[in-house]
């Protein structure tokens, strides 16, 4: 499961919004690459179609879609966002990583 927090939520509506999208219709699309400081890197995208691996959690009214190799990185997850001055953006709480970079754009496990 991918949990997504309030402020998250709302930034995230807010950004479809902007976008012309539908929170109904469209997918947060949440994964993981090779790369960044520390090995591995989030991406986080809008998705309007889902793919055949992926899996489906909907939190707070967000569909969020992610792939199988992904999920095992992302499992118990939480999306955060900061609006404040020392670092705004979305942020995720990770319980898997073991370490993380400074600027919290990457892991390791």
Not at 24 to 43: F, I, Q
Not at 85 to 107: H, V
């Amino acid at each position: 499961m991918i949990k997504v927090s309030d402020s998250a939520r709302d930034r995230l509506s807010n950004l479809m919004k902007e976008s012309g999208k539908d929170l109904a219709d469209t997918y947060v699309r949440v994964g993981v690459s090779s790369g960044g400081c520390s090995g591995l890197s989030y991406n986080l995208d809008f998705d309007s179609e889902m793919k055949e691996d992926d899996k489906l959690f909907e939190d707070q009214g967000v569909k969020i879609v992610v792939e199988k190799k992904s999920f095992l990185y992302l499992v118990g997850t939480t999306l955060e966002y900061s609006g404040g001055l020392n670092g705004k953006g979305f942020s995720f709480n990770n319980p898997n990583a073991s370490r993380t970079c400074g600027c919290g754009e990457s892991f390791a496990v």
